[in-house]
C-alpha cells in the first residue's frame, strides 16, 4: 500500500509540469504581441511623411496628428500586454516549475520578474492591467467629443477614479514606510 500511496504522489507531483503548456503558450503569445506593437510601430512612423507635407491642409493635418496620437496609446498598449504575457509566463514556470537561476544571478533582473507566490504573480498582474486600463481610458478620452458640460464632468470623474485606483494600488505596497516584498 505504501508503494502505490508514494507512486500516487510522485504522479501527483510530476502533473505540476503540465504547466509548462501555460508557460510557453504564454510566451509565445507575449513574442507575437512585442511582434504586433512592433510592427504598428514601424508602420505609424512609415506615415509620419504625410504630417510634414508641404501640400496637407491643416484640416487634414489634425486628423493625422490625432491618429497617431491614438496609435501611440494602441502600441502602448500592445506592449503593456505584451508584458503582462511575459511576467505571466515566468511567474508560473517560477511557481509551479522551478526557479529561475539566471533572474536570481543578475543585478540587471527586476524584481518584477522574480515570482515568489501567487499572491505575488497576481499583485504584479494586477498593476500592470491597470495600467492597460489607463492606457484605454486615455485613448477614449482623446476621441471623446465634448457636446456638453456634462460630458466634461464624466472626463473629470474618469480621471479622479483613475487617481484614485492608483493611490489604492501603491498604498497597498507600502506598509510603515516600508515596501512589501
Known sequence: MKALAHAFESFLWNSRFIVIAAVITSLLSSLVMFFVATADAYFMISHLGDYVATDI??????????????HVVEIVDGYLLATILLIFSLGLYELFIGKIQMAEEFETSSNVLLIESL?????????????????????????????????????????AFIGLALYLSHAGEHEDGKEKH
Open 57 to 70: 491642409s491643416q484640416e487634414a493635418r489634425s486628423v493625422l496628428r490625432a491618429s497617431t496620437v491614438t
Open 119 to 159: 499572491d505575488d504573480l497576481k499583485s504584479r498582474l494586477a498593476k500592470v492591467i491597470l495600467m492597460i486600463l489607463i492606457v484605454k481610458f486615455f485613448e477614449y478620452a482623446i476621441a471623446m467629443k465634448f457636446h456638453s458640460a456634462l460630458d466634461l464632468l464624466y472626463l473629470a470623474a474618469g480621471i
